[in-house]
């Protein structure tokens, strides 16, 4: 199966993202040719002029690369460093349309560190994933591999689910080229509904990759099915790419199957649509299958005709194949020496710096030694002053200790009295409320008791009673008198105890 083709159809899903590509191209070229005619700010003809060389990438590769090449005069004359790594970008996609494969990596590599030094991270990401276009076209498989990986962390991080299923495609491409089925089955089952949703042009470039899996397991009649589905697709979204692809793979499919009519009718299709492209690769390949089925029906001299066919343009193939290998491992190589020689110029800078900064610190040390010494000699000298202060200071201490040990043997003393004084007033606040409690009770009960008496026989002699009533209740109401007399009496002469015992006390203090 060519691989040239897919990774074509790859890279027109990153440019174009109409249905109808031949008219959306014509509507888009025409677009930018009045934009660029109408425009007089160079950032934006500048923008104008990339996207000039993109539509015509696969259209006419020399216009495009003459836009590009505007570009980046218009750059380089505006002093705008900006847009040089989206120009050298452009300008690599052409090299790798014209097969300079050594060229292609090298602008995108130099397009990449000029996107990581200015953090464009979607420039980043298509570089990265530009670069496994190529190592996927020399079949250094675990190189592109890698790259795919990167680039799918990158767009991951974008949210750019287009180009995500544009790069696990293309793992899934590598899978096949390796003949891990499973894995291919895997990635191509996980991208066919990234497809379907962000990417509905590239499900024709899966569902071939499909077939190619079930060509290599001999499952030829499912291989027919996704084929036809495959085919179907590319001719609703007129892509010419998967259409040459998908007409091939029938006609391949139909010899298997001894169908030589209808082998013959697919790969004519196939190659009308080859020459129409002007691809080596896919033109051998086709010539390839052409001449054994014209082989098979019995057209011999026809079948040598393109049979010389296929041997012409596959040694032309492999010629570019192999110079272009050559050119890129020159290229890596003087890219090894260059990171060489980087390397022992700053490890020199580094020898230099490092002097430099030794004798640096040397100064910078002697310098710090000589002021630190007269700073402590002048430390020395204050020191001493203040030790003397310290000295004279001490005696006083000494005297005021002094002074203070015997102002405390006095608070002492005057403690001790005060908390004689206390407990002494303590004790009699304790006798005096027991005094009061008592007077209190006294007045309360003792007294209480011949008044109520009192009341209680007068309240009799108010209901009138006999004359011997009368008399025996005055009787009574005398004799509460006269208790209540001594009651009273009794309670003065408390207070008149309480009261000398004050004064008595109050003497003793004075």
């Not at 691809?279 to 010539?287: A, G, I, N, S, V």
């Not at 990171?339 to 640096?360: E, G, P």
């Not at 009138?464 to 209740?473: F, G, R, S, V």
Request: glycine share 2%; net charge neutral.
């Amino acid at each position: 199966m060519p691989k040239i083709k897919k990774i074509l159809s790859l890279i027109l899903l990153m440019y174009f993202s109409s249905t109808e590509i031949s008219f959306a191209q014509q509507t888009r070229i025409d677009s930018l040719h009045h934009k660029l005619s109408n425009t007089k700010e160079n950032n934006i003809k500048i923008d104008i002029l990339i996207n000039m060389s993109s539509a015509y990438l696969f259209i006419k590769s020399d216009s495009s690369f003459y836009y590009s090449q505007e570009a980046m005069k218009l750059a380089k004359k505006t002093a705008n460093q900006d847009k040089i790594p989206f120009i050298n970008h452009a300008q690599g996609l052409v090299y790798w349309v014209k097969g300079d494969l050594a060229e292609a990596i090298k602008l995108f590599k130099e397009s990449l560190n000029e996107a990581q030094s200015k953090n464009l991270q979607r420039l980043i990401a298509l570089n990265t994933q530009s670069i496994g276009l190529i190592y996927l076209e020399l079949e250094s498989f675990k190189i592109a591999f890698n790259k795919y990986q990167e680039s799918i962390r990158l767009f991951e991080e974008l949210k750019d689910y287009r180009n995500i299923t544009i790069s696990l495609s293309n793992i899934a491409k590598i899978y096949i080229g390796l003949q891990k089925n499973d894995s291919a089955k895997y990635v191509l089952q996980k991208t066919m509904p990234l497809a379907q949703k962000y990417a509905p042009h590239f499900q024709a470039f899966m569902l071939l990759g499909y077939a190619e899996i079930c060509v290599q397991e001999k499952k030829y009649q499912q291989a027919f099915q996704y084929a036809n589905k495959s085919l179907l697709l590319a001719q609703k979204f007129r892509d010419k790419q998967d259409l040459a692809s998908a007409y091939k793979l029938l006609a391949e499919l139909y010899f298997y199957e001894s169908d030589l009519e209808n082998a013959q009718e697919y790969i004519q299709k196939a190659l009308e649509i080859a020459i129409e492209s002007q691809m080596k690769e896919r033109l051998y390949d086709t010539y390839k299958t052409y001449s054994q089925i014209l082989k098979a029906k019995g057209d011999v001299i026809k079948a040598l005709e393109y049979h010389e066919l296929f041997v012409t343009y596959k040694d032309s193939v492999q010629s570019n194949i192999t110079k272009n290998a050559l050119k890129l491992f020159e290229y890596e190589t003087k890219q090894g020496e260059i990171a060489i020689l980087k390397s022992k110029q700053n490890q020199q800078q580094l020898v230099i710096y490092i002097i430099v900064s030794i004798i640096l610190l040397i100064i910078i040390f002697t310098i710090y030694i000589l002021l630190s010494r007269q700073k402590i000699k002048k430390i020395n000298t204050n020191l001493q002053i203040a030790y003397t202060d310290i000295q004279y200071k001490q005696e006083e201490i000494v005297s005021q200790n002094e002074e203070l040990k015997q102002q405390q043997n006095e608070i002492m003393m005057l403690n001790n009295q005060l908390e004689n004084i206390i407990e002494e007033r303590t004790n009699k606040l304790k006798k005096r409320n027991k005094q009061l409690t008592e007077y209190a009770f006294f007045n309360a009960h003792k007294l209480r008791s011949p008044i109520a008496t009192i009341l209680g026989l007068y309240q009799l002699l108010e209901m009138n009673p006999n004359e011997e009533e009368t008399k025996l209740i005055i009787e009574k109401i005398k004799i509460s008198i006269n208790l209540l007399d001594q009651m009273v009496r009794k309670s003065q002469e408390m207070i008149k105890d309480e009261e000398e015992e004050e004064e008595d006390d109050d003497m003793y203090e004075n």
